[in-house]
Each structure stands twice: as C-alpha cells, then as structure tokens.
Nanobody, 125 residues
Framework: QVQLVESGGGLVQAGGSLRLSCAAS????????MSWFCQAPGKERKFVAAITWSTGWTYYADLVKGRFAISRDITKNTVYLQMNSLKPEDTGVYYC??????????????????WGQGTQVTVSS
C-alpha cells in the first residue's frame, strides 16, 4: 500500500513562511491528484490545495490563493506546499492526500484513498 509522510511543519510568526513536503513510500503508484488538507482543533478537515499529477494543474481554496503554492517533483514522488504570509488562522494539522483515480470533487476528503499522518503548523501572532 502507498504510504504518505508529511514533513516541514513547525511554529512560525505571522507573516512567515514554511514549506511542507509529502513523500510517497513507493517509487511509483497510480494517482490522479495529490492534495493538502488542514484540520484545526475541533474543526472539520478542510481543503487547501490540489495538484493534478499528470498535468501539474493546481487548485486552491479561496483563503490561501496568492499565499500558498502547491507543486510536485515527479522524480522524487513528492508534493510540496509553499506557505507564505502565514496567518494564525492557518494553524492546524496539515495532511497530504492522494487518490487512485479521477473523482469529480477534489475538495472532498472522502474522495481520497491515501492519507499521511499529518504535520503540525502553528502560526503565532
């Protein structure tokens, strides 16, 4: 089975930056897209960004547009989330997710098949 491992989280001041990484345990696996979700304490898991693996097309939640950038490195089987201009409301556990085939709603966590364990991002004011 594919395993995803996130890294790069930490504690930063508002306005700072972080780059999250999500590495797959296998060198190759079938997927349509890889995405990032964020879950704040006591809240539902929310979509942050997605990238279509084959084309590199990207999609973002409105709240992070212009601040975050998702990218991939096919040779490393890794997806990244560059997070700039961080705000306290960005705080949460960031999860990497991947699907095995196309499903229409990329923003729905139920449409993903593989999940990482998450990496904590805390933004202080």
């Amino acid at each position: 089975q594919v395993q995803l491992v996130e890294s790069g989280g930490g504690l930063v001041q508002a306005g700072g930056s972080l780059r999250l990484s999500c590495a797959a345990s296998e060198g190759t696996f079938s997927r349509n897209r890889m995405s990032w979700f964020c879950q704040a304490p006591g809240k539902e898991r929310k979509f942050v960004a997605a990238i279509t693996w084959s084309t590199g097309w990207t999609y973002y939640a409105d709240l992070v547009k212009g601040r975050f950038a998702i990218s991939r490195d096919i040779t490393k089987n890794t997806v990244y989330l560059q997070m700039n201009s961080l705000k306290p409301e960005d705080t949460g556990v960031y999860y990497c997710a991947a699907d095995r085939y196309f499903r229409s709603d990329y923003y729905n966590p139920k449409n993903y098949d593989y999940w990482g364990q998450g990496t904590q991002v805390t933004v202080s004011s």
